[in-house]
């Protein structure tokens, strides 16, 4: 089984060094110094179940690995509709394309069946240019019930969590999913074929939805947001809000929201992904996020008046800065 990870950063790297400690043909797709750390010194990862150095190949150039039968996308949602030229030297007939991200994939209504199949989200797929690069046939959905980050060039600290369910968007269990299952089975991670990866999608998103844009405004950790009775309130009425848009599309996510909302306080003093992006000045994922569900709202005709507002303030932080100071406030006089 040959394997591309296209953007092997935080995560796309660890499931590189697993799938080459499994013995699968692996190439990792990187750049600046993290891709130099780790062609000099392989990819070292620091887990508490056991540090390990893999060394699969690594490239800034795709067309040296040529078609592959699986792309693990470990870019940022934010630069799918620019990967063309990555991605395309990577495909043949039958390559799948495994993504990473949280929140609503370009390809969620592919094959979905009922009144919305086909439809396109325009948030994380305006104008249909993911889909152009990205074809939703060749989409294998994937939830990552896992943490990592660089914590140096080269080196990727795994925090907790081994699980990257897949589906099919058809709710088969293909041989495509079975084969790469099996291979991250073997490389020591959980992989499950879940016919209703939608489901899953959703109970990942429920933590997302909320946790992600309230830290990014309020630069508070997991454990301040869940500790802040108010801020709580808030973060429990996006996730019913949530849960409603979820169940009118036909999902049946099994969590209640105090359950999620207990599961996210353990995880503590934590700085949600989105922080550590605006403090490092990095775009934010929201659209997959927030502004997917508040679309899907709009098309269902659930009421979202939390999940709007966090939008429409989250989305002013994201885009702010490109929109340059805010004009003068005029006297009264
Ligand atoms: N980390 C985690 O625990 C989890 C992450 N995810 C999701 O996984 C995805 C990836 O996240 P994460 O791994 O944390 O992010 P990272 O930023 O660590 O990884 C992305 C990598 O892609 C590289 N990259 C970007 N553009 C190119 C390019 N043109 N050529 C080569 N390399 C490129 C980046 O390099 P550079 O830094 O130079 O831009 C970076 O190393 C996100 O969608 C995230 O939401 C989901 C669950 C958990
Ligand atoms: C911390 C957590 C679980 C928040 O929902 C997360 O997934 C993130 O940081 O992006």
């Known amino acids: 089984m040959k394997v591309a990870v296209l953007g092997a950063g935080a995560i796309g790297a660890y499931v590189g060094a697993a799938l080459h400690r499994a013995g699968a043909d692996v190439h990792l797709v990187a750049r600046g110094p993290h891709l130099a750390a780790m062609r000099q010194h392989g990819v070292r990862v620091l887990s508490p179940r056991g540090d390990f150095t893999a060394r699969p190949h690594c490239t800034d150039d795709p067309a040296e690995i040529g078609p592959v039968d699986h792309v693990f996308l470990g870019l940022k949602a934010t630069s799918y509709a620019a990967c063309g030229p990555l991605v395309a030297p990577l495909l043949q007939e039958h390559t799948s394309v495994i993504a990473a991200q949280n929140g609503i994939p370009w390809w969620y209504f592919h094959r979905h069946g009922g009144p919305h199949d086909g439809h396109r989200v325009e948030s994380v797929d305006p104008g249909g240019s993911v889909s152009a690069v990205l074809a939703p046939e060749r989409a294998i959905g994937c939830v990552v019930y896992?943490?990592?980050?660089?914590?140096?060039?080269?080196?990727?600290?795994?925090?907790?969590?081994?699980?990257?369910?897949?589906?099919?968007?058809?709710?088969?269990?293909?041989?495509?999913?079975?084969?790469?299952?099996?291979?991250m089975h073997t490389g020591g991670l959980k992989c499950p074929v879940e016919p209703e990866l939608r489901d899953d999608i959703w109970i990942k998103l429920l933590g997302n939805i909320s946790f992600n844009p309230i830290s990014a405004l309020t630069r508070a950790t997991m454990r301040q947001m869940c500790l802040h009775g108010t801020t709580r309130e808030v973060i429990e009425q996006m996730m019913r809000e949530t849960l409603a848009v979820a169940h009118t599309l036909g999902c049946r996510p099994a969590i209640s929201v105090e359950k999620r909302i207990a599961g996210a306080?353990?995880?503590?003093?934590?700085?949600?992904?989105?922080?550590?992006?605006l403090e490092k000045g990095k775009p934010l994922e929201l659209d997959v996020l927030l502004a997917a569900v508040v679309e899907l709202a709009g098309i269902t005709g659930v009421p979202v008046p939390t999940l709007r507002t966090v939008h429409a303030l989250s989305d002013l932080l994201a885009t702010g800065t490109s929109r340059g100071p805010a004009p003068p406030t005029r006297s009264a006089a």
């Open 146 to 183: 896992a943490a990592t980050e660089l914590e140096g060039p080269g080196v990727v600290r795994h925090l907790e969590g081994t699980r990257f369910s897949i589906g099919e968007p058809d709710r088969s269990v293909s041989k495509r999913c079975l084969e790469f299952s099996e291979a």
């Open 265 to 277: 306080e353990r995880v503590g003093d934590h700085r949600t992904s989105t922080l550590q992006d």
